[in-house]
């Protein structure tokens, strides 16, 4: 069976730290552009970051750039979001997503951050 | 601000036609694929239609996509209760550096 398994989620006060793990299974995870997307509670979706295969190529929403570190371990079929200087509107649910024909074809179920004093 | 720009609501009764839009630029839809996707009531994205109009497997051939010049469109032919959802369009934009774009999303009720 395809699936991602988002882990991490949690409380967090603002300028704190968390790190999600996304576990895949079911494909050819190493072969896998990954992203991660994310919805604040009652929004819409908000794509965050994309790995290549290799690591060698990375992209950020300009709203989390600097601060949230996108990366990935082949050998363990996990793609991991470190999230730096949290803040109040970095409050979602957050999905990480396999690409595929330039669109997003696998999501996992979602690890909800709460960024609050 | 969404960069993509989708009507907030669409209804129709059981068995109608609901057609949504999606408005872009030349940077994104313009350049670029449209996929869209459905999210039932407190659930994650699913895909619906991806490169402009194809439908993965064990979605109903009432789903169908468009694209033309900067803009796309989702059309549902005979409308279920099921298809009570929300509907996002989305395309990689070429104006930054690596950017993936989503519309607001287009909440569908079913009359």
């Known amino acids: 069976e395809v699936r991602l398994v988002e882990s991490g989620g949690g409380f967090v006060q603002p300028g704190g730290s968390l790190k999600l793990s996304c576990a895949a299974s079911?494909?050819?995870?190493?072969?896998?552009?990954m992203n991660w997307v994310r919805q604040a509670p009652g929004e819409g979706l908000e794509w965050v970051s994309y790995?290549?295969?290799?690591?060698?190529?990375?992209y950020y929403a300009e709203s989390v750039k600097g601060r949230f570190t996108v990366s990935r371990d082949n050998a363990k079929n996990s793609v991991f979001l470190q999230m730096n200087s949290l803040r109040a509107d970095d409050t979602a649910v957050y999905y990480c997503?396999?690409?595929?024909?330039?669109?997003?074809?696998?999501w996992g179920q979602g690890t909800m951050v709460t960024v609050s004093p | 601000q969404s960069v993509l720009a989708q009507p907030p609501s669409a209804s129709g009764t059981p068995g109608q036609r609901v057609t949504i839009s999606c408005s872009g630029s030349s940077s994104n839809i313009g350049s670029n694929t449209v996929t869209w996707y459905r999210q039932l009531p407190g659930t994650a994205p699913k895909l619906l239609i991806y490169?402009?109009?194809q439908r993965p497997s064990g979605v109903p051939d009432r789903f169908s996509g468009s694209k033309s010049g900067t803009s796309a469109s989702l059309v549902i032919s005979g409308l279920q209760s099921e298809d009570e959802a929300d509907y996002y369009c989305g395309a990689w934009d070429d104006s930054l550096n690596g950017l993936y774009v989503f519309g607001a999303g287009t909440r569908v009720t079913v009359l």
């Open positions: 079911g494909f050819t995870f190493s072969t896998s552009y």
């Open positions: 490169d402009n109009n």
């Open positions: 790995i290549s295969r290799s690591s060698s190529t990375l």
């Open positions: 997503a396999r690409l595929e024909y330039d669109g997003f074809d696998i």
